[in-house]
């Protein structure tokens, strides 16, 4: 599960995706979920990573993060090798 | 480096909501590093805004309305170039572009230079025949059929489920979910401009658009696709944004090169869920967005000029991603003398 390679993200939270001409927004959370998947990060450590980061409990943020995940594929920014 | 004058006539100067690409090029070409352009404007109507533009356009005049003929063309061409000694001209109007190649050989013979395809190379890539300009061009195309009648659309239901899209020869689409709506924008785009009708299979996805200029012996010069990002009801990009999608111009370039395209031309595409492109249309002149490939850094029509007065262009390699285009509407104050002097004397 990668970011893919030629999505622009700013500091900003604004994604943008060149091949589609798509353009987002995200709030921090999901500005840092998006860099730490860039890493090379697994969901897993991505979720025990913001876990550690902010007030939430674990249950919510692993819902959250899957909404979040599928999201990102249905726009076309996260690949899945599969 | 000395810049060469020309001057060149430019048509298209409707540069309203559903925007001629006249007023596109001659930005364009104004600012070429190549030419000192001067711009005769050639319009239809009194009231194209770009008539009333002086800083684009130097010198104005009306033509005959394409119905006219080629014939009836060429003496108002003649007595225009009598008077500014014309060196190309580009003209910008799918509607206009048949009488343009008729005269292009007396057009020659006065010293006036186009780049446009040949008849048969026009009418190749025609809507009623783009199923076979997809298959000689490798690449797919909706399943489309030209009528003429309504019982040519009632006949239709062993091919073709709704919904389905019925195009006008030249202009305009309109998606009909049934028979009865179908029989409603025959009548309507067919009064506006007249038969054949064409009936295409509905493809549903994104459409994303390309321009692209050919030099005519099967070289791409240059394409950068764009996705509308605002469209305005008439179905015209008020914002596009430019695309980093190699695919797109590998088979833009590839329809280019095959067809031996000469001129610019427009290809537009349904990219659909699963991500296969159908072309929809090949427009034979620049599209009203062309200036987004200039502000890319490909200047489509300055290369265009390079080719009518017979240089060799070599092909743009590249272009900056990132960038669009956003239109806006802009009130001119026009005195009415102007608007009387091109409405009588049709010149300004």
Redesign the interface.
């Known amino acids: 599960m990668n970011i893919n390679k030629?999505i622009?993200i700013s500091e900003t939270g604004f994604i943008?995706n060149?091949?589609?001409?798509d353009s987002f927004t995200t709030n921090r959370i999901g500005n840092d979920i998006i860099k730490l998947l860039q890493t090379g990060l697994e969901p897993g450590d991505v979720i025990s990573t913001i876990y550690e980061q902010y007030s939430i409990d674990r249950q919510t943020l692993e819902k959250d993060f899957g909404d979040f995940m599928y999201m990102l594929k249905n726009y076309q920014i996260l690949r899945t090798d599969d | 480096m000395t810049k060469k004058n020309l001057t060149v006539a430019v048509t298209g100067l409707n540069n309203i909501d559903s925007p001629g690409p006249g007023i596109p090029v001659i930005r364009a070409l104004k600012e070429s590093a190549k030419f000192d352009v001067r711009i005769i404007g050639l319009s239809y109507e009194s009231l194209e805004p770009g008539l009333y533009m002086h800083d684009l356009v130097d010198k104005s005049y009306q033509i005959p309305m394409p119905p006219a003929g080629s014939s009836v063309l060429y003496d108002r061409l003649e007595y225009i170039h009598a008077q500014e000694q014309i060196d190309v001209i580009i003209p910008n109007f799918d509607s206009e572009l048949h009488n343009f190649i008729r005269i292009t050989p007396q057009l020659k013979q006065l010293g006036i230079a186009t780049f446009l395809p040949s008849q048969e190379l026009f009418e190749s890539r025609h809507k009623s025949v783009l199923d076979e300009f997809g298959k000689e061009n490798g690449v797919s195309v909706p399943k489309s059929k030209m009528i003429t009648s309504i019982a040519d659309l009632r006949d239709l239901d062993e091919e073709f489920t709704y919904p389905l899209v019925i195009k006008g020869k030249f202009y305009e689409a309109m998606i009909a979910s049934n028979l009865e709506q179908a029989i409603n924008y025959f009548y309507k785009i067919s009064a506006k401009w007249g038969l054949p009708i064409i009936v295409q299979e509905y493809i549903s996805g994104?459409e994303v658009n390309v321009t692209a200029l050919g030099d005519g012996t099967g070289r791409c010069i240059g394409a950068v696709p764009?996705?509308k990002?605002t469209i305005t009801d008439k179905g015209k990009a008020w914002a596009?944004?430019?695309?980093?999608?190699d695919e797109l111009i590998d088979i833009s370039r590839r329809i280019v090169e095959k067809s031996k395209w000469r001129g610019g031309c427009e290809l537009e595409y349904i990219k659909s869920p699963k991500g296969e492109y159908y072309l929809l249309e090949m427009n034979p002149r620049f599209p009203a967005w062309v200036y987004l490939a200039v502000g890319c850094g490909q200047n489509h029509p300055e290369a265009l000029l390079q080719m009518a007065l017979g240089e060799r262009v070599e092909p743009f390699e590249s272009f900056t991603?990132?960038k669009l285009f956003v239109r806006y509407s802009y009130d001119m104050i026009v005195d009415i003398a102007e608007f009387e002097k091109i409405s009588t004397l049709g010149e300004l």
């Open positions: 030629n622009a943008f060149p091949t589609t001409g | 994104i764009m996705r990002l596009g944004i430019v695309l980093d999608d991603q990132g």
